[in-house]
Antibody
Framework: QITLKESGPTLVKPTQTLTLTCTFSGFSLNTNGVGVGWIRQPPGKALDWLALIYWDGDKRYRPSLKSRLSITKDTSKNQVVLTMTNMEFVDTATYYC???????????WGPGTLVTVSS | QSVLPQPPSASGTPGQRVTISCSGSSSNIGSKTVNWYQHLPGTAPKLLIYSNNQRPSGVPDRFSGSKSGTSASLAISGLQSEDEADYYCAAWDDSLNGPVFGGGTKLTVL
């Protein structure tokens, strides 16, 4: 059974750096073709893809946020970490991690974690 | 294209068939496969359809997907009250070099 769960702060201040951890089970990020991504959903708005890291270390970032994002993996801990610098009020959103396991996109998702940016 | 247009809402009565559309372009739906997700607020989005029309194990055959050109559709037949949720399409986008999602359709079962 594949599960993912996001963890991190629920409240950050403007200009701070957000660090979110995705802890997963039921698959290995060493397996050919597997990737883990981060997606966010501001309140009342659509889902936006943020970053993706593949089994071979290849990383992709949303172009408009590339300068603020970093995604890393720790296969020994079954974790993927997303950092986003210089947080702004508009970054308030529910952040999800998800795995590309058998389709060409994202198959299994975590329940999400709400991050609020407020001073 | 940062968001794939979907109708914001759809509705139907129990037993009816409803369809939800998703529009794209040549850089996403026109050249890539489409996934559909069901999302209940506060829970993990669930994969309903992948590769345009394939159902993962456990997804009822009441759910079906199709794609034509730069558009895709999700059909739900035999509508049930538990189908009330938000539905999102998604496809890889060559311009974004990552997944692009639909704006979401809120399905109400009357």
């Amino acid at each position: 059974q594949i599960t993912l769960k996001e963890s991190g702060p629920t409240l950050v201040k403007p200009t701070q750096t957000l660090t979110l951890t995705c802890t997963f089970s039921g698959f290995s990020l060493n397996t050919n073709g597997v990737g883990v991504g981060w997606i966010r959903q501001p309140p009342g708005k659509a889902l936006d893809w943020l970053a993706l890291i593949y089994w071979d270390g290849d990383k992709r970032y949303r172009p408009s946020l590339k300068s603020r994002l970093s995604i890393t993996k720790d296969t020994s801990k079954n974790q993927v970490v997303l950092t986003m610098t210089n947080m702004e009020f508009v970054d308030t959103a529910t952040y999800y991690c998800a795995v590309r396991y058998f389709s060409t996109l994202l198959d299994y998702w975590g329940p999400g974690t709400l991050v609020t940016v407020s001073s | 294209q940062s968001v794939l247009p979907q109708p914001p809402s759809a509705s139907g009565t129990p037993g009816q068939r409803v369809t939800i559309s998703c529009s794209g372009s040549s850089s996403n739906i026109g050249s890539k496969t489409v996934n559909w997700y069901q999302h209940l607020p506060g829970t993990a989005p669930k994969l309903l359809i992948y590769s345009n029309n394939q159902r993962p194990s456990g997804v009822p055959d009441r759910f079906s997907g199709s794609k034509s050109g730069t558009s895709a559709s999700l059909a739900i037949s035999g509508l049930q009250s538990e189908d009330e949720a938000d539905y999102y399409c998604a496809a890889w986008d060559d311009s974004l070099n990552g997944p692009v999602f639909g704006g979401g359709t809120k399905l109400t079962v009357l």
